[in-house]
Protein backbone atom coordinates (compact mmCIF):
# COMPACT_ATOMS: atom_id res chain seq x y z
CA UNK A 1 0.00 0.00 0.00
CA UNK A 2 2.42 2.40 -0.85
CA UNK A 3 2.07 6.02 -2.21
CA UNK A 4 -0.72 8.42 -1.84
CA UNK A 5 -3.58 6.28 -0.11
CA UNK A 6 -7.47 7.65 0.51
CA UNK A 7 -7.72 6.84 4.33
CA UNK A 8 -10.38 7.25 6.39
CA UNK A 9 -9.87 8.32 10.11
CA UNK A 10 -12.66 7.14 12.73
CA UNK A 11 -12.54 9.31 15.98
CA UNK A 12 -11.33 11.82 14.67
CA UNK A 13 -12.05 14.18 18.03
CA UNK A 14 -9.64 11.76 20.24
CA UNK A 15 -6.21 12.24 21.47
CA UNK A 16 -4.69 10.19 18.65
CA UNK A 17 -6.50 11.56 15.88
CA UNK A 18 -5.56 14.58 16.30
CA UNK A 19 -1.56 13.79 15.39
CA UNK A 20 -2.73 11.01 13.39
CA UNK A 21 -4.54 13.12 10.77
CA UNK A 22 -2.23 15.71 10.06
CA UNK A 23 0.65 13.01 10.24
CA UNK A 24 -1.10 11.32 7.07
CA UNK A 25 -1.46 14.27 5.50
CA UNK A 26 1.73 15.83 5.75
CA UNK A 27 2.94 12.27 4.56
CA UNK A 28 0.95 12.82 1.53
CA UNK A 29 -2.23 11.24 1.91
CA UNK A 30 -5.72 12.33 1.38
CA UNK A 31 -7.69 11.61 4.73
CA UNK A 32 -11.46 12.18 5.36
CA UNK A 33 -11.53 12.98 9.26
CA UNK A 34 -14.56 11.65 11.17
CA UNK A 35 -15.80 12.64 14.61
CA UNK A 36 -18.66 10.39 16.67
CA UNK A 37 -20.91 13.00 15.33
CA UNK A 38 -20.58 12.58 12.12
CA UNK A 39 -19.44 8.49 12.26
CA UNK A 40 -21.77 6.21 14.67
CA UNK A 41 -19.54 3.49 14.57
CA UNK A 42 -22.22 1.56 16.23
CA UNK A 43 -24.68 1.78 12.87
CA UNK A 44 -23.23 -0.78 10.36
CA UNK A 45 -24.67 0.56 7.55
CA UNK A 46 -23.11 4.25 7.97
CA UNK A 47 -19.77 2.41 8.74
CA UNK A 48 -20.06 0.47 5.40
CA UNK A 49 -21.21 3.69 3.30
CA UNK A 50 -17.94 5.85 5.12
CA UNK A 51 -15.26 3.19 4.07
CA UNK A 52 -16.30 3.12 0.66
CA UNK A 53 -13.51 4.76 -1.70
CA UNK A 54 -10.62 4.39 1.13
CA UNK A 55 -7.60 2.41 1.10
CA UNK A 56 -6.81 2.80 4.62
CA UNK A 57 -9.47 2.90 7.97
CA UNK A 58 -7.98 3.68 11.05
CA UNK A 59 -10.42 2.62 13.77
CA UNK A 60 -9.42 5.27 16.54
CA UNK A 61 -13.32 5.62 17.36
CA UNK A 62 -13.18 4.29 21.37
CA UNK A 63 -14.78 3.86 24.29
CA UNK A 64 -11.71 4.59 26.84
CA UNK A 65 -13.44 5.71 29.98
CA UNK A 66 -12.29 2.62 31.80
CA UNK A 67 -13.72 3.04 35.38
CA UNK A 68 -17.29 3.69 33.56
CA UNK A 69 -17.07 0.86 31.83
CA UNK A 70 -17.14 -1.44 35.07
CA UNK A 71 -20.79 -0.02 35.55
CA UNK A 72 -21.30 0.50 31.29
CA UNK A 73 -20.02 -2.60 30.37
CA UNK A 74 -23.00 -3.08 27.65
CA UNK A 75 -22.63 0.34 25.99
CA UNK A 76 -18.73 0.26 26.43
CA UNK A 77 -19.04 -3.02 24.19
CA UNK A 78 -21.59 -1.42 21.72
CA UNK A 79 -18.41 0.80 21.45
CA UNK A 80 -15.53 -1.13 20.97
CA UNK A 81 -16.68 -4.53 20.01
CA UNK A 82 -19.75 -4.10 17.81
CA UNK A 83 -18.43 -0.79 16.19
CA UNK A 84 -15.02 -2.55 15.40
CA UNK A 85 -16.99 -4.85 14.24
CA UNK A 86 -19.14 -2.54 11.95
CA UNK A 87 -15.66 -0.55 10.83
CA UNK A 88 -14.07 -3.96 9.95
CA UNK A 89 -17.10 -5.17 8.06
CA UNK A 90 -16.78 -1.81 6.04
CA UNK A 91 -13.08 -2.08 5.15
CA UNK A 92 -13.68 -5.40 3.87
CA UNK A 93 -16.30 -4.35 1.69
CA UNK A 94 -14.44 -1.57 0.65
CA UNK A 95 -11.45 -3.75 0.18
CA UNK A 96 -9.36 -1.37 2.27
CA UNK A 97 -6.88 -2.10 4.89
CA UNK A 98 -7.60 -1.32 8.31
CA UNK A 99 -5.60 -0.27 11.62
CA UNK A 100 -7.65 -0.85 14.90
CA UNK A 101 -6.41 0.55 17.90
CA UNK A 102 -6.02 -1.40 21.22
CA UNK A 103 -5.13 -1.75 24.54
CA UNK A 104 -2.39 -3.38 27.44
CA UNK A 105 -5.37 -3.78 29.16
CA UNK A 106 -6.21 -6.99 27.13
CA UNK A 107 -3.56 -8.68 29.15
CA UNK A 108 -3.82 -10.11 33.03
CA UNK A 109 -0.75 -7.01 34.00
CA UNK A 110 0.47 -9.93 35.93
CA UNK A 111 3.83 -10.55 33.65
CA UNK A 112 7.41 -9.86 34.35
CA UNK A 113 9.43 -9.07 31.27
CA UNK A 114 7.44 -7.39 28.52
CA UNK A 115 4.07 -9.04 26.56
CA UNK A 116 4.76 -10.42 23.40
CA UNK A 117 1.86 -9.58 20.46
CA UNK A 118 1.01 -13.38 20.37
CA UNK A 119 1.01 -13.71 24.53
CA UNK A 120 -2.62 -14.97 25.40
CA UNK A 121 -4.89 -12.14 26.36
CA UNK A 122 -6.13 -12.21 29.40
CA UNK A 123 -8.49 -9.08 30.82
CA UNK A 124 -9.80 -8.30 34.12
CA UNK A 125 -11.45 -5.12 33.75
CA UNK A 126 -14.75 -4.32 31.55
CA UNK A 127 -12.59 -1.91 29.29
CA UNK A 128 -10.24 -4.86 28.29
CA UNK A 129 -12.89 -7.31 27.58
CA UNK A 130 -14.68 -5.12 25.20
CA UNK A 131 -11.61 -4.04 23.53
CA UNK A 132 -10.10 -7.71 23.40
CA UNK A 133 -13.57 -8.27 21.64
CA UNK A 134 -13.13 -5.87 18.92
CA UNK A 135 -9.70 -7.32 18.50
CA UNK A 136 -11.66 -10.56 17.33
CA UNK A 137 -14.37 -9.00 15.32
CA UNK A 138 -11.59 -7.25 13.23
CA UNK A 139 -9.33 -10.29 12.49
CA UNK A 140 -12.33 -12.37 11.92
CA UNK A 141 -13.89 -9.91 9.26
CA UNK A 142 -11.24 -8.02 8.17
CA UNK A 143 -8.11 -10.27 7.00
CA UNK A 144 -5.72 -7.54 5.69
CA UNK A 145 -5.76 -5.75 8.98
CA UNK A 146 -3.59 -4.50 11.66
CA UNK A 147 -4.13 -4.67 15.72
CA UNK A 148 -1.90 -1.98 16.70
CA UNK A 149 -2.38 -2.18 20.85
CA UNK A 150 -0.91 0.50 22.73
CA UNK A 151 -0.95 2.14 26.25
CA UNK A 152 -0.37 5.00 28.70
CA UNK A 153 -1.23 7.84 26.32
CA UNK A 154 -0.40 11.83 26.26
CA UNK A 155 -1.01 14.51 24.04
CA UNK A 156 -1.79 17.75 23.28
CA UNK A 157 -5.30 16.26 21.83
CA UNK A 158 -6.61 15.85 25.60
CA UNK A 159 -6.44 15.85 29.12
CA UNK A 160 -3.77 13.19 30.15
CA UNK A 161 -1.39 12.12 32.90
CA UNK A 162 1.71 14.92 31.96
CA UNK A 163 -0.95 17.90 32.17
CA UNK A 164 -2.48 16.19 35.40
CA UNK A 165 1.22 15.96 37.01
CA UNK A 166 1.93 19.68 35.45
CA UNK A 167 -1.25 21.20 37.04
CA UNK A 168 -1.11 19.68 40.35
CA UNK A 169 2.33 20.82 41.10
CA UNK A 170 0.88 24.31 40.82
CA UNK A 171 -1.52 23.42 43.65
CA UNK A 172 0.57 20.95 46.28
CA UNK A 173 3.20 20.88 47.96
CA UNK A 174 3.47 17.13 47.59
CA UNK A 175 2.13 14.69 45.13
CA UNK A 176 1.56 10.93 46.22
CA UNK A 177 1.58 8.82 42.53
CA UNK A 178 1.96 4.83 42.56
CA UNK A 179 5.22 3.35 42.05
CA UNK A 180 3.90 0.06 41.41
CA UNK A 181 2.43 -0.49 37.85
CA UNK A 182 5.26 -0.66 35.23
CA UNK A 183 3.99 0.71 31.65
CA UNK A 184 5.51 2.94 28.58
CA UNK A 185 4.59 6.45 28.67
CA UNK A 186 3.50 7.20 24.55
CA UNK A 187 3.01 10.33 23.10
CA UNK A 188 0.37 10.44 20.44
CA UNK A 189 2.74 12.25 17.50
CA UNK A 190 4.72 9.04 18.11
CA UNK A 191 2.47 6.83 17.45
CA UNK A 192 0.84 8.28 14.79
CA UNK A 193 4.62 9.01 13.37
CA UNK A 194 4.74 4.91 14.07
CA UNK A 195 1.15 4.17 12.38
CA UNK A 196 2.56 6.38 8.88
CA UNK A 197 5.74 4.49 9.24
CA UNK A 198 3.65 1.09 9.02
CA UNK A 199 1.70 2.22 6.41
CA UNK A 200 5.07 3.13 4.07
CA UNK A 201 6.69 0.01 5.27
CA UNK A 202 3.47 -1.79 3.86
CA UNK A 203 3.63 -4.01 7.40
CA UNK A 204 2.10 -7.17 7.00
CA UNK A 205 -1.41 -8.10 8.42
CA UNK A 206 -1.05 -9.09 11.84
CA UNK A 207 -0.84 -7.66 16.10
CA UNK A 208 1.92 -4.59 16.64
CA UNK A 209 2.69 -3.32 20.02
CA UNK A 210 2.50 0.45 19.32
CA UNK A 211 4.26 2.09 22.84
CA UNK A 212 7.88 3.82 23.61
CA UNK A 213 10.85 2.32 24.43
CA UNK A 214 11.64 1.91 27.88
CA UNK A 215 9.58 1.20 30.80
CA UNK A 216 9.11 3.22 34.03
CA UNK A 217 6.23 3.80 36.66
CA UNK A 218 3.47 6.50 37.03
CA UNK A 219 5.74 7.92 39.53
CA UNK A 220 8.63 7.70 37.69
CA UNK A 221 7.00 9.42 34.81
CA UNK A 222 5.77 12.18 37.05
CA UNK A 223 9.41 12.80 38.80
CA UNK A 224 10.30 13.05 35.28
CA UNK A 225 7.92 15.78 34.07
CA UNK A 226 8.85 17.63 37.90
CA UNK A 227 12.96 17.11 36.53
CA UNK A 228 12.07 18.61 32.99
CA UNK A 229 10.34 21.33 34.31
CA UNK A 230 13.06 22.36 36.27
CA UNK A 231 10.67 21.23 39.78
CA UNK A 232 12.19 19.74 42.73
CA UNK A 233 11.63 15.87 41.82
CA UNK A 234 11.53 15.12 45.65
CA UNK A 235 8.10 17.09 45.74
CA UNK A 236 6.31 13.51 44.15
CA UNK A 237 6.46 10.68 46.69
CA UNK A 238 5.96 6.96 45.96
CA UNK A 239 2.62 5.42 47.07
CA UNK A 240 0.80 2.13 46.18
CA UNK A 241 -1.97 1.55 43.90
CA UNK A 242 -4.30 0.42 46.76
CA UNK A 243 -4.15 4.18 48.20
CA UNK A 244 -6.24 5.09 44.83
CA UNK A 245 -8.76 2.34 44.56
CA UNK A 246 -11.03 2.33 41.47
CA UNK A 247 -13.63 0.57 39.52
CA UNK A 248 -11.30 -1.04 37.45
CA UNK A 249 -8.57 -3.31 38.50
CA UNK A 250 -5.04 -1.30 36.74
CA UNK A 251 -2.43 -3.42 35.42
CA UNK A 252 0.85 -3.58 37.52
CA UNK A 253 2.37 -4.48 34.52
CA UNK A 254 1.78 -3.00 30.98
CA UNK A 255 5.19 -3.18 29.15
CA UNK A 256 4.54 -4.49 25.56
CA UNK A 257 7.16 -6.15 23.43
CA UNK A 258 7.90 -4.63 19.72
CA UNK A 259 9.17 -7.60 18.06
CA UNK A 260 6.76 -7.96 15.45
CA UNK A 261 7.46 -4.29 14.65
CA UNK A 262 11.13 -5.17 14.62
CA UNK A 263 10.42 -8.65 12.53
CA UNK A 264 8.42 -6.37 10.03
CA UNK A 265 11.10 -4.09 9.03
CA UNK A 266 9.33 -1.23 11.36
CA UNK A 267 11.85 0.92 14.12
CA UNK A 268 9.91 0.78 17.34
CA UNK A 269 9.09 3.83 19.00
CA UNK A 270 12.08 6.13 20.51
CA UNK A 271 12.70 5.77 24.27
CA UNK A 272 9.84 7.33 26.54
CA UNK A 273 12.31 9.86 28.33
CA UNK A 274 13.23 11.65 24.84
CA UNK A 275 9.67 11.61 23.76
CA UNK A 276 8.73 13.67 26.88
CA UNK A 277 11.30 16.16 26.67
CA UNK A 278 10.51 16.91 23.04
CA UNK A 279 6.65 16.73 24.31
CA UNK A 280 6.95 19.39 26.75
CA UNK A 281 9.30 22.05 24.36
CA UNK A 282 6.66 21.48 22.12
CA UNK A 283 3.34 22.15 23.74
CA UNK A 284 3.81 24.64 26.73
CA UNK A 285 2.09 23.74 29.44
CA UNK A 286 0.71 27.10 31.78
Same mark, same amino acid.
Given at each position: ?119 ? !?? %? +?? /? =?????? #???? @? ?108 ? !?? %? +?? /? =?????? #???? @? ?23
Amino acid at each position: MRGSLRVLVTGATGMLAHDLVPALRTAGHVVTALGRDELDVTDPGECVAAAAGHDLIVNCAAWTRVDDAESHEREAFAVNAVGAANVARGAAHAGARLAQLSTDYVFDGQATMPYAAEHP !PS %P +RS /A =YGRTKL #AGEW @AVRALCADSWVVRTAWLYGAGGPNFVTTMLRLAEKRETLDVVDDQHGQPTWTRDLADLIVRMVAADAPAGIYHGTSSGETTWHGLARAVFEARGLDPERVRPTTTDTFPR !PA %P +RP /A =YSVLSH #ATLE @AAGVIPIRDWRAALMDYLADSPIE
